[in-house]
């Protein structure tokens, strides 16, 4: 088992070897020094100016970016509840709500955060009742609403500013996520269609593992019971879709009220475009905390070109980064350390939480499945919530 922070000392003590890549960490943390050390110096003469005109800042519109920071989260823990509903888990807004700032702070903040972060979410909704299938699901589409509602955005805001060019490839983008979206759906809420396929695929891996033809049938039968849980309707998706597409509005609300804390007026296209822009350039660039310094140099440039001028852009990145980014981490970790401090596993992934769900299912008493008693390895009810 792996390490876990704030436990006691009761697992294998581990080598003290350093790992085999640990000076990556430091080649990037380097990059990014000289990344932001040459956007300083390139824009020093407008980070004057940008420096000047914090006296002039509307606090009442920084408020306000705090309160659409925390509503883009609270949306997205709605996308959580709205999933695990259909598959039958029940779960208060709060405990939801909990888990998302957490997870968001442990993707946004620490080393190989993008890893443990479905990791962690994985685990808590175990501990709510979810079944091991239901839960891997659950992470599963909530990226994909996710990236759908990013690119329906994107999409909505070149429209808005008469883009000339053929939208050709945000209709395929956007396309080939509900695509993904609906077959999911269509095999969670059909997975007797699954059966003769994973018979068949199963029965080939077991002859080139030299097993038998049956061999591991009733974990797939048990799978595809599991899967059966989910009741993802119609009606659920577009409850699910709707939260997850305001998350993306809220955000920019976030990104809009920034820009107006220093009395910029930029066009609602022309920010929907800039906030898909930067969102994308973070997402293709997941080794960077944050997408620090890749994020802003897009945001910036984006918003000059959308009207403002490039000391209040600063300004107002400046800003709806501090709330966005450091903010919403610091409030994240404060959770933690209040309600997960003992739960984080500094080497976990995604991939080992489901896998040990998997090998301990498998080696659990029969005679306690056949009975209907719950699985050992369902997690015990949680005492802190």
């Not at 972060?117 to 009742?129: D, I, L, N, V």
Request: proline share 5%; glycine share 8%.
């Amino acid at each position: 088992m792996s390490e876990d922070i704030g436990s006691p000392g009761d697992v294998t003590p581990r080598s003290a070897t350093r790992p085999r890549f640990w000076w990556v960490r430091w080649v990037l943390l380097a990059v990014v020094l000289v990344i932001l050390g040459v956007e300083v110096v390139l824009i020093w003469p407008e980070l004057k100016k940008a420096w000047l005109r914090i006296g002039d800042i509307k606090w009442h519109w920084v408020f306000a970016c705090v309160v659409a920071a925390m509503l883009s989260m609270d949306s997205f823990a709605q996308v959580q509840r709205a999933l695990l509903r259909s598959a039958g888990v029940r779960v208060t807004q709060w405990k939801s709500l909990s888990v998302i700032l957490a997870a968001n702070s442990l993707s946004q903040t620490m080393p190989g955060g993008q890893v443990l972060s479905p990791a962690f979410t994985y685990r808590e909704t175990r501990k709510w009742g979810a079944t091991p299938v239901v839960a891997s699901w659950q992470v599963v589409m909530s990226g994909l609403l996710a990236g759908v509602g990013l690119a329906v955005l994107g999409f909505g805001g070149a429209m808005l500013a008469g883009a000339k060019t053929s939208p050709f490839s945000v209709v395929f983008s956007v396309a080939g996520l509900l695509a993904v979206a609906v077959v999911l759906q269509y095999l969670a809420s059909h997975p007797e269609s699954l059966k003769n396929t994973g018979i068949r695929v199963l029965g080939w891996i077991n002859q080139l593992r030299n097993k038998p033809d049956d061999h591991g049938t009733e974990k797939l039968f048990e799978t595809l019971e599991q899967l059966r849980a989910v009741q993802l309707t119609k009606r659920d998706t577009s409850v699910a879709f709707g939260w997850s597409l305001f998350n993306w509005v809220a955000d920019v609300a976030c990104l809009m009220f920034a820009c107006w804390a220093v009395d910029a007026h930029p066009s609602i296209s022309g920010l929907m475009v800039a906030y898909a822009a930067g969102k994308a350039v973070g997402t293709a660039i997941p080794l960077l905390p944050g997408g620090i310094g890749v994020v802003d140099a897009v945001l910036v440039p984006a918003l000059t070109s959308a009207g403002m001028p490039a000391a209040d852009a600063i300004t107002a990145v400046l800003i709806y980064r501090i709330i966005s980014y450091v903010f919403v981490a610091a409030v994240g970790w404060v959770v933690i350390a209040i309600m997960f401090r003992s739960r984080i596993r500094r080497d976990d992934t995604f991939i080992d939480a489901v896998e040990r769900d998997v090998d301990a299912t498998a080696s659990e008493d029969p005679s306690r499945s056949e009975s209907g008693q719950g699985s050992d390895t369902d997690p015990p009810p949680d005492p802190v919530r």
